[in-house]
């Protein structure tokens, strides 16, 4: 099946023109779990066919083609035909009908290859084979395709799941919208309402000390695995790599290079409900940088593991106004030592951080040990951690494993 793209100069949202679509054209719409619209209708020739269309925002970028500042709408066609003739005249038809209907200025694409433009003014033109959308032939669409869109890509206020999802990214800890969010998505994806529902749950049990079955945990754990892929938001799947974590239905957790971070922080912050980052290499190196980021107010865990900041790496995290709201932080292998951690102590910098992960030698974390039953027997005392308790008061030099499981001695960082 191929794919071809008719791209509109909408000044607004793809949600609104998809439901424009479906109401005036006959397609028949569905939203994604990551609330990508899908519409299908009957192709014209072959009934027994079904031709489908993904609509979605699409910024215009002016670093690559020379055109204007704004966002459009991408419909991406695919038609169930063998011959590419067949297929051509199957979007070129819905591209007419398209631009009749509406009235956008479009553009007719096969990947960069263009072959037709459309403006009300101008009526539609076919251009010559091997015609492209980049600058070398701008004069050839440009003034089809080009007049300035200036507003902002938003969210239709008719997008239920649309509005939820922005709430629930502007008010991560609030699991009533997470909850609100289950409800509305129930009706075409049940399974993925069920993981948000038990994601919850399982948060708040954790926090309770209170122990699930195998069996629980297991269904919870088999859905993730369904949805890990399905959840993470189109404006996010490039810079987000290959790790990420889904907690409480949603993408919270992200694993890269500060390298990577940095650059992308803005969009992390405005598409997910960022909660937890773990940096997987070049921290030391760009520790100034990272620590200048506001985006950082959004983490309520953060882990350097294996980034070799040592303790000038830590002083100058410490110096970050962006870290007040940071409950858990890993300095496990960084080469940090008992004068970081006593500057850490010492420092206001991180007033909510309730959790604390450091090298063993440094004996700042409670070590349990189990029963073969997994039964917690015993406790290793954090010695180091109680020395420096009696000079600052600080619930991470506090903190005691509560015996929910194995694990427990190093929480998540919703867990604490």
């Given at each position: 099946m191929?794919?071809?793209?008719?791209?509109?100069?909408?000044?607004?949202?793809a949600y609104a023109v998809a439901a424009?679509?479906?109401?005036?054209?006959?397609?028949?719409?569905?939203?994604?779990?990551?609330?990508?619209?899908?519409?299908?209708?009957?192709?014209?020739?072959?009934?027994?066919?079904?031709?489908?269309?993904?609509v979605s925002d699409r910024r215009w970028d002016p670093s690559r083609v020379n055109i204007s500042q704004g966002y459009g709408t991408e419909l991406q066609v695919a038609v169930p035909a063998y011959h590419r003739s067949d297929r051509l005249a199957e979007v070129s038809?819905?591209?007419?009908?398209?631009?009749?209907?509406?009235?956008?200025?479009?553009?007719l694409r096969d990947d960069v290859l263009l072959l037709a433009a459309w403006s009300p003014a101008l009526g539609r033109r076919d251009?010559?084979?091997?015609?492209?959308?980049?600058?070398?032939?701008?004069?050839?669409?440009?003034?089809?395709?080009?007049?300035?869109?200036?507003?902002?890509?938003?969210v239709a206020p008719e997008?239920?799941?649309?509005?939820?999802?922005?709430?629930?990214?502007?008010?991560?800890?609030?699991?009533g919208l997470r909850l609100a969010y289950a409800d509305a998505v129930e009706p075409e994806h049940p399974d993925y309402a069920r993981l948000i529902r038990l994601q919850v749950r399982y948060t708040l049990d954790r926090q309770a000390g209170v122990a699930w079955s195998p069996v629980r945990l297991?269904?919870?754990?088999?859905?993730?695995?369904?949805?890990?892929?399905?959840?993470?938001?189109?404006?996010v799947w490039g810079p987000i790599g290959k790790d990420w974590h889904v907690r409480r239905g949603f993408v919270e957790a992200v694993a890269m290079k500060a390298s990577w971070f940095i650059e992308d922080a803005g969009l992390f912050v405005a598409h997910v409900p960022l909660r937890m980052l773990y940096l997987t290499g070049e921290a030391d190196e760009r520790i100034d940088e990272l620590a200048a980021l506001p985006e950082l107010a959004r983490l309520r865990g953060l882990s350097f593991w294996g980034n070799p900041i040592g303790d000038d790496g830590l002083h100058r995290v410490l110096a970050s106004p962006y870290l007040t709201g940071l409950r858990w932080l890993s300095l496990d292998n960084t080469g940090v030592t008992l004068a970081g951690i006593e500057e850490l102590a010492a420092s206001d910098a991180l007033p909510e951080l309730r959790y604390?992960?450091?090298?063993?030698?440094?004996r700042l974390n409670a070590l349990p040990g189990y029963d073969y039953d997994g039964t917690l027997v015993s406790v290793d005392k954090p010695y180091r951690a109680m020395e420096l308790a009696e000079r600052y008061d600080?619930?991470?030099?506090r903190w005691q494993p509560s015996g929910v499981d194995e694990q427990v001695f190093d929480p998540e960082y919703a867990e604490v």
């Open positions: 191929s794919s071809l793209q008719i791209e509109l100069r909408a000044d607004t949202p424009q679509l479906a109401a005036r054209l006959g397609f028949r719409m569905r939203r994604t779990v990551k609330r990508l619209n899908l519409l299908e209708r009957p192709m014209s020739g072959e009934p027994s066919k079904t031709v489908t269309v993904r038809a819905l591209f007419d009908e398209v631009c009749r209907e509406f009235g956008y200025p479009a553009l251009f010559p084979a091997e015609t492209f959308v980049i600058a070398d032939d701008e004069r050839r669409w440009a003034e089809y395709a080009l007049p300035p869109v200036t507003a902002p890509i938003a997008d239920v799941l649309g509005q939820l999802y922005a709430r629930i990214v502007a008010e991560p800890d609030d699991d297991r269904e919870m754990n088999q859905l993730e695995r369904q949805y890990h892929t399905e959840v993470v938001p189109p404006e604390l992960r450091a090298d063993r030698n440094l600080r619930a991470w030099l």
